[in-house]
């Protein structure tokens, strides 16, 4: 399986509204509601921040919300903070008890 | 709390075979849940390499499979992964993670830093 596609960076001033894209296929985020997102500081280990498609994990802020389209999942965080400034990373089950990540997204708080 | 930490060698020479440790705290391996290892290379994604459940199920990504084995001690409640024949292609920072279908990968360890080098 090929890993799902992000775009490299995108940004946005604080208090202002960014939305990342996670592309794959009918194989993985299209054929399943089991998409999950990971946020990433430099030198530290991911931390979920949305499963299945739209949920949080306790702790997480309701900044953070998650939906899907198609083949198409995506992470807007609104009320950008500084620290929200960080890698985000998508994955989908991709069937057979298969994982695939996304390429992920630097996010830049301007 | 759940707690993850790998350990094991931080350099390995190319051909050989890279082996770490996961040692889990907080919950029993065998209660439930599956127990994955994911590498992220220099400046790169994430990459699953693939997941042992409590049953000792193992599911591995199809690319690596034919180099892959991933076990699993419930008495020393730790969770193993081998991957064999080894290149500089492979120096990754190795992490392990708890995960389930549902919830995706809900705890990760701090990550293991291997460089395959001669």
């Known amino acids: 399986q090929s890993a799902l596609t992000q775009p490299p960076s995108a940004s946005g001033s604080p208090g202002q509204s960014v939305t990342i894209s996670c592309t794959g296929t009918s194989s993985d985020v299209g054929g399943f509601n089991f998409v999950s997102w990971y946020q990433q500081h430099p030198g530290k280990a991911p931390k979920l921040m949305i499963y299945?498609?739209?949920k949080r994990p306790s702790g997480v802020p309701d900044r953070f919300s998650g939906s899907k389209s198609g083949n198409t999942a995506s992470l807007t965080v609104s009320g950008l903070q500084a620290e929200d400034e960080a890698d985000y990373f998508c994955s989908s089950y991709a069937g057979s008890n298969n994982y695939v990540f996304g390429t992920g997204t630097k996010v830049t708080v301007l | 709390q759940v707690q993850l930490q790998e350990s094991g060698p931080g350099l390995v020479k190319p051909s050989e075979t890279l082996s770490l440790t996961c040692t889990v705290s907080g919950y029993s391996i065998s209660s439930g849940y599956y127990w994955g290892w994911i590498r992220q290379l220099p400046e790169k994604g994430l990459e699953w390499i693939g997941n042992?459940?409590?049953?000792?199920?193992?599911y591995y990504n199809p690319p690596l499979k034919s180099r892959v084995t991933i076990s699993v001690d419930t008495s020393k409640n730790e969770f193993s992964l081998n991957l064999s024949s080894v290149a500089a292609a492979d120096t990754a920072m190795y992490y392990c993670a708890r995960g389930s279908m549902l919830r995706g990968f809900d705890y990760w360890g701090q990550g293991a830093l291997v460089t395959v080098s001669s």
């Open positions: 042992i459940y409590h049953s000792g199920s193992t």
């Open positions: 299945e498609v739209t």
